[in-house]
Protein backbone atom coordinates (compact mmCIF):
# COMPACT_ATOMS: atom_id res chain seq x y z
CA UNK A 1 0.00 0.00 0.00
CA UNK A 2 1.41 3.46 -0.90
CA UNK A 3 1.10 6.18 1.41
CA UNK A 4 1.46 9.99 1.20
CA UNK A 5 4.95 11.81 1.64
CA UNK A 6 5.44 14.75 3.48
CA UNK A 7 7.37 17.56 1.61
CA UNK A 8 8.95 20.12 3.27
CA UNK A 9 8.83 23.41 1.29
CA UNK A 10 9.84 26.79 0.65
CA UNK A 11 7.81 28.70 -1.33
CA UNK A 12 9.28 32.24 -0.29
CA UNK A 13 12.84 33.01 -1.18
CA UNK A 14 14.39 36.39 -2.40
CA UNK A 15 17.49 36.63 -4.67
CA UNK A 16 19.75 38.76 -5.52
CA UNK A 17 16.98 40.35 -8.21
CA UNK A 18 14.66 41.74 -5.80
CA UNK A 19 16.84 44.58 -4.84
CA UNK A 20 16.23 45.38 -8.85
CA UNK A 21 12.37 46.07 -8.05
CA UNK A 22 12.84 46.75 -4.32
CA UNK A 23 15.45 48.94 -2.36
CA UNK A 24 16.74 47.00 0.70
CA UNK A 25 14.85 44.23 -0.23
CA UNK A 26 18.21 41.71 -0.55
CA UNK A 27 21.48 41.91 1.16
CA UNK A 28 22.91 38.81 0.33
CA UNK A 29 25.62 37.58 -2.00
CA UNK A 30 24.26 36.65 -5.58
CA UNK A 31 22.07 33.60 -6.07
CA UNK A 32 23.16 30.92 -7.97
CA UNK A 33 21.83 27.32 -8.20
CA UNK A 34 24.61 25.78 -6.31
CA UNK A 35 24.25 27.88 -3.35
CA UNK A 36 20.65 27.63 -3.30
CA UNK A 37 20.49 23.34 -3.50
CA UNK A 38 23.10 23.62 -0.85
CA UNK A 39 21.17 25.73 1.28
CA UNK A 40 17.74 23.45 0.83
CA UNK A 41 19.48 20.45 1.34
CA UNK A 42 20.76 21.67 4.30
CA UNK A 43 17.45 22.69 5.56
CA UNK A 44 15.84 19.52 3.87
CA UNK A 45 13.63 21.46 1.65
CA UNK A 46 11.94 19.47 -0.76
CA UNK A 47 9.81 21.94 -3.36
CA UNK A 48 10.43 25.41 -3.45
CA UNK A 49 9.84 28.88 -5.21
CA UNK A 50 12.12 31.98 -6.11
CA UNK A 51 9.55 34.59 -5.50
CA UNK A 52 11.53 38.05 -5.82
CA UNK A 53 9.86 41.65 -5.87
CA UNK A 54 7.72 42.22 -9.22
CA UNK A 55 10.07 40.20 -11.16
CA UNK A 56 11.74 36.41 -11.68
CA UNK A 57 14.99 35.71 -11.88
CA UNK A 58 15.44 34.59 -15.54
CA UNK A 59 18.44 33.20 -15.63
CA UNK A 60 18.22 30.95 -12.31
CA UNK A 61 15.25 29.58 -13.08
CA UNK A 62 16.81 28.83 -17.06
CA UNK A 63 19.49 27.03 -15.20
CA UNK A 64 17.18 25.42 -12.66
CA UNK A 65 14.79 24.16 -15.51
CA UNK A 66 17.67 22.72 -17.57
CA UNK A 67 18.95 20.90 -14.33
CA UNK A 68 15.63 19.67 -13.18
CA UNK A 69 16.08 16.26 -13.44
CA UNK A 70 19.00 16.12 -11.70
CA UNK A 71 17.16 18.21 -8.90
CA UNK A 72 14.01 15.49 -8.79
CA UNK A 73 16.97 12.75 -8.76
CA UNK A 74 17.80 14.72 -5.18
CA UNK A 75 13.95 14.69 -4.09
CA UNK A 76 14.29 18.40 -5.40
CA UNK A 77 11.44 20.62 -7.27
CA UNK A 78 10.07 24.13 -7.82
CA UNK A 79 7.43 26.21 -9.20
CA UNK A 80 8.20 29.74 -10.97
CA UNK A 81 6.64 31.99 -8.97
CA UNK A 82 6.90 36.24 -7.75
CA UNK A 83 5.83 38.01 -4.87
CA UNK A 84 3.91 41.04 -6.09
CA UNK A 85 2.71 44.26 -4.99
CA UNK A 86 -1.12 45.27 -5.40
CA UNK A 87 -2.45 48.34 -4.96
CA UNK A 88 -6.43 47.10 -5.97
CA UNK A 89 -8.84 50.28 -3.77
CA UNK A 90 -11.64 47.81 -4.31
CA UNK A 91 -10.02 45.07 -2.56
CA UNK A 92 -8.20 47.18 0.08
CA UNK A 93 -7.30 50.82 0.92
CA UNK A 94 -2.89 49.99 1.11
CA UNK A 95 -0.71 47.97 -1.14
CA UNK A 96 -0.71 44.59 -0.55
CA UNK A 97 1.37 41.69 -1.55
CA UNK A 98 0.57 38.35 -3.10
CA UNK A 99 3.17 35.46 -3.65
CA UNK A 100 1.86 34.02 -7.34
CA UNK A 101 2.65 30.12 -8.35
CA UNK A 102 2.41 30.02 -12.32
CA UNK A 103 2.06 26.36 -13.55
CA UNK A 104 4.15 26.87 -16.17
CA UNK A 105 7.67 26.34 -17.54
CA UNK A 106 7.28 29.28 -20.42
CA UNK A 107 9.43 32.50 -18.48
CA UNK A 108 8.88 33.96 -21.59
CA UNK A 109 5.26 34.10 -20.78
CA UNK A 110 5.94 34.89 -16.96
CA UNK A 111 7.59 37.71 -17.56
CA UNK A 112 5.41 39.01 -20.48
CA UNK A 113 3.07 39.14 -17.49
CA UNK A 114 4.93 40.83 -14.85
CA UNK A 115 6.07 43.49 -17.98
CA UNK A 116 2.39 44.00 -18.77
CA UNK A 117 1.47 44.96 -15.29
CA UNK A 118 4.52 47.17 -14.35
CA UNK A 119 5.65 50.52 -16.09
CA UNK A 120 9.53 50.10 -16.45
CA UNK A 121 9.91 53.88 -15.63
CA UNK A 122 8.31 53.74 -12.35
CA UNK A 123 9.97 50.36 -11.19
CA UNK A 124 11.14 51.37 -8.00
CA UNK A 125 7.68 53.15 -7.39
CA UNK A 126 5.72 49.28 -7.83
CA UNK A 127 2.55 49.06 -5.84
CA UNK A 128 2.59 52.38 -4.66
CA UNK A 129 -0.47 54.13 -5.00
CA UNK A 130 1.08 56.12 -8.06
CA UNK A 131 1.88 53.27 -9.60
CA UNK A 132 -1.56 50.65 -8.51
CA UNK A 133 -1.68 47.13 -10.06
CA UNK A 134 -4.92 45.81 -10.01
CA UNK A 135 -6.02 42.21 -9.92
CA UNK A 136 -7.91 42.58 -13.34
CA UNK A 137 -5.16 44.28 -14.66
CA UNK A 138 -2.80 41.51 -13.80
CA UNK A 139 -5.39 38.64 -14.74
CA UNK A 140 -5.99 40.01 -17.91
CA UNK A 141 -2.18 39.59 -18.35
CA UNK A 142 -2.41 36.07 -17.31
CA UNK A 143 -5.16 35.14 -19.93
CA UNK A 144 -3.53 37.28 -22.64
CA UNK A 145 -0.35 35.79 -22.12
CA UNK A 146 -1.55 31.88 -22.13
CA UNK A 147 -0.92 31.20 -18.76
CA UNK A 148 -3.66 28.79 -17.59
CA UNK A 149 -3.32 27.65 -13.88
CA UNK A 150 -2.06 30.15 -11.37
CA UNK A 151 -2.11 30.17 -7.79
CA UNK A 152 -1.96 33.42 -5.41
CA UNK A 153 -1.65 33.55 -1.80
CA UNK A 154 -2.42 36.87 0.18
CA UNK A 155 1.07 37.29 2.01
CA UNK A 156 0.70 38.16 5.17
CA UNK A 157 2.71 39.18 7.97
CA UNK A 158 3.36 41.71 10.60
CA UNK A 159 4.16 44.19 8.04
CA UNK A 160 2.05 47.10 7.11
CA UNK A 161 2.00 45.24 3.32
CA UNK A 162 -0.30 42.37 5.05
CA UNK A 163 -3.75 42.30 4.77
CA UNK A 164 -5.37 42.73 7.56
CA UNK A 165 -7.78 39.41 8.85
CA UNK A 166 -11.11 40.94 7.74
CA UNK A 167 -10.03 41.32 4.40
CA UNK A 168 -8.24 38.14 4.04
CA UNK A 169 -10.92 35.56 3.32
CA UNK A 170 -13.81 37.16 1.42
CA UNK A 171 -11.44 39.10 -0.94
CA UNK A 172 -9.27 35.85 -1.88
CA UNK A 173 -11.58 33.03 -2.51
CA UNK A 174 -11.67 33.89 -5.99
CA UNK A 175 -7.94 34.14 -7.01
CA UNK A 176 -7.32 30.88 -6.74
CA UNK A 177 -8.65 29.01 -10.05
CA UNK A 178 -7.66 27.08 -12.74
CA UNK A 179 -8.94 28.34 -16.05
Not at 10 to 18: A, F, R, T
Not at 83 to 100: G, P, Q, R, S, W
Not at 134 to 144: A, E, M, P, T
Not at 148 to 155: E, Y
Request: hydrophobic share 35%.
Amino acid sequence: MAYSKWLKSDLHIHSHMSKKTKNNDYDGETLTVDKLVTALERESINFFSITDHNIINESLYSELLQRRADLISKNLNFVIGAEIDFYDAEVHDKTFHMLVFFNTNDLTSVSKVLADIFDKESMNQIGTDETPVSLSKFFKSVFDNGIKDIITIPHFNSKEKGLPPEDQIDKFTYTVYSA
